[in-house]
């Protein structure tokens, strides 16, 4: 059974750091991985997908890395901003989907709470 | 476009009322999922539908919980005789297809606390 973990569980900085969120994945066998932005009241927001096949997703001041064989993904953020403060959600999608199966769902973990401070 | 619309976004409820959440998908997607994520806790697959197939229900935690989906059209998720636990945020999403390579939208979620 795939199970995704994130570390740490909450994160506080001082605005303009940069910072290293973690993502652990038992099972190797992914389609892909992405990583989302909770807001309160204000659904996922969907910030990188990374295919099994890549190493790394950028966008803007955040990028992504996957290293499938040892089950890890981090999210890093350049020069961190109050508007930064959310949750992050981690999520994998299963390789192997059988038509009507449930391993079409994603895999999420428990998520990082970051906080930016000004 | 319009993205992934739920109603209501707050529910608050008795213990042992019947609840009913609603979903409305992105416009020609065929997939529809819903999630719940309790305090603390990942989102968890509760059911998904493609197309007119029969729904996959294998993450619904008990029999009190069902949904329906009419098409590729609106569906609902039903609760009956909520209980305390079933407090949380339910999130609904859907995709294109069904295919693992379709992104999921995520809606806004609709929060339901049971009293």
């Known amino acids: 059974k795939q199970e995704v973990t994130q570390i740490p569980a909450a994160l506080s900085v001082p605005e303009g750091e940069n910072l290293v969120l973690n993502c652990s994945f038992t099972?190797?066998?992914?389609?892909?991985l992405q990583w989302f932005r909770q807001d309160p009241g204000k659904g996922l927001t969907s910030l990188l997908l990374?295919?099994?096949?890549?190493r790394e997703q950028t966008s803007g001041r955040l990028n992504a890395s996957l290293d499938k064989s040892s089950g890890r993904s981090t999210l890093y953020i350049a020069a961190s901003q109050p508007g930064d403060s959310a949750t992050y959600l981690c999520?994998?999608?299963?390789?192997?989907?059988?038509?009507?199966?449930?391993?079409?769902?994603?895999?999420f973990g428990k998520g990082t709470k970051l906080s930016v401070k000004p | 476009g319009a993205g992934v619309s739920q109603s209501p976004s707050n529910k608050v409820t008795e213990k042992g009322k019947d609840v009913e959440l609603r979903c409305d998908p992105i416009?020609?997607?065929?997939?529809l999922y819903w999630y719940r994520q309790r305090l603390g806790q990942g989102l968890e697959f509760l059911i998904y539908?493609?197309?007119?197939?029969?729904?996959?229900k294998s993450g619904l935690p008990s029999d009190r919980f069902s949904a329906e989906r009419t098409g590729e059209s609106v569906s609902t998720l039903t609760i009956q005789r909520t209980q305390q636990e079933d407090s949380a945020v339910y999130l609904c999403?859907?995709?294109?297809?069904?295919?693992?390579?379709?992104?999921?939208?995520f809606g806004p979620g609709t929060r339901l606390t049971v009293l």
């Open positions: 539908f493609q197309g007119n197939s029969a729904p996959d």
């Open positions: 999520a994998v999608r299963l390789l192997n989907m059988n038509y009507g199966g449930s391993q079409g769902n994603l895999i």
């Open positions: 099972d190797s066998a992914i389609y892909n």
């Open positions: 990374i295919q099994s096949s890549q």
């Open positions: 416009s020609g997607h065929t997939a």
């Open positions: 999403a859907s995709s294109l297809t069904s295919g693992i390579w379709d992104e999921q939208f």
